[in-house]
């Protein structure tokens, strides 16, 4: 006989989606021995809960979930895409409104580049959008020194491997000549670390600016640097495959303590 899978779901998937933690993180929290069920401290993440189960962390009681949320945010320049920066940087969680709940990023933004940040409260949407197989198509603005022929973007728009990592066929048009710098918009499916920037390093150009203005049907629009949106929870759940153009609310408030 088959033995029958266990009831509930991993204890980090229930952190995650309560908004304590990610689920990596939420397991170094179990290691760490920071959480506890039913009033006995756990030491392993290989644990299937209910809600029947009663959770807490750090001593204090862990709430029901909250349904999947997801803000766009307009991520400035020199801001890094972590809770905690080894070198002290300022970072994006840092910068968020202090009414924020917690949040992770979908995907990264390196420090140099700017634009479109999508945030979720739900480890399992983080992961679903993040995923190659999703296919959404994250759109870029583009500035680069000099200029580069349409020869040379044909290689980007074919495919290019550069150090023995290949980069799928990109979408790439010339916008305008703007003094010694050239606009390009650049569209891809996959967003591998500093996949633009080594690809147009590849064909001889560099990048000076990097503006994400899309990500699938989420755009960045006239959001100005730093602020925050959220898009409704109707078109969240749209989104998640319950199609309609997201519509936001926009939210302002204090930076939060880091």
Known sequence: ???????????????????????????????????????????????????????????????????????????????????????????VFAALPADMPRVMSVGRLDLNSEGLLLL??????????????????????????????????DQLRAGITVEGLSYQPMQVTFDRQQGANAWLTVSLREGKNREIRRAMEAIGATV????????????????????VEEVKRRVVRDQLGLGDKPQMTRTRGKKRNS
């Open 120 to 153: 979720t409260n739900d480890g399992g949407v983080k992961r679903r959008l993040e995923l190659p197989a999703t296919g959404w198509l994250r759109r870029y603005r583009v500035r680069i020194k000099g200029t580069a022929s349409e020869a040379k973007l």
């Open 1 to 91: 006989m088959t033995e029958k899978s266990p009831e509930g779901d991993r204890i980090a998937k229930v952190l995650s989606r309560a908004g304590i933690a990610s689920r990596r993180e939420a397991e170094r929290m179990i290691t760490d021995g920071r959480v506890a069920v039913n009033g006995k401290v756990i030491e392993s993440p290989a644990l299937n809960v209910t809600e029947r189960d009663r959770i807490s962390v750090d001593g204090k009681p862990v709430g029901e979930p909250e349904p999947p949320r997801i803000w766009l945010y307009h991520k400035p320049a020199g801001l890094v895409t972590t809770e905690r920066d080894e070198k002290d940087r300022p970072t």
């Open 208 to 227: 000076n600016r990097l503006i994400r203005v899309s990500y699938g049907p989420f755009q960045l629009g006239d959001l100005p640097a730093g602020a």
